[in-house]
């Protein structure tokens, strides 16, 4: 009887170790998910910051460029002005999708700014020719 008590207990032991090393395992896994959505996130928040640098540098060479017409009173610099301030509000507004975006949303504003840079460049093109 003793024999049968100390068997069920090595069983129930080596029971209990294996069911700890499956907690560590599943513990394990959990700590990878985390670690693979922080950098996710991280990776989300870079693109999302090279986007925003992308747009704010245009931005200030719009309004530098803005700044200059004025200083040299250009012919049709109303005109020009017009077209630049046009291009500045697509610019901004788009700016304000993407700093407002989200994990969930990023990948279409992403791909919308995008456009949206690349169509303000060929319309800078045709102004400056």
Do not use: H, P
Not at 13 to 24: D, G, I, P, R, Y
Not at 53 to 58: A, I, N
Not at 82 to 111: G, H, Y
């Amino acid at each position: 009887m003793k024999r049968i008590l100390i068997i069920f207990s090595a069983i129930a032991l080596v029971f209990s170790l294996n069911s700890c090393e499956q907690k560590t395992d599943k513990e394990k896994a959990q700590e990878e998910i985390a670690e693979a959505y922080e950098a996710t996130e991280d990776y989300l928040e870079t693109e999302r910051k090279e986007l925003v640098d992308k747009f704010e540098k245009q931005i200030d060479k719009l309004n530098q460029d803005l700044k200059e017409i004025d200083e040299n009173a250009e012919e049709n610099s109303d005109e020009l002005k017009k077209d630049i301030n046009k291009q500045l509000d697509k610019l901004n507004e788009e700016l304000k999708e993407v700093k407002s975006s989200t994990k969930d949303t990023w990948k279409d504003v992403k791909k919308e700014a995008n456009d949206v840079f690349s169509e303000v460049e060929s319309e800078l093109e045709e102004i400056f020719g």
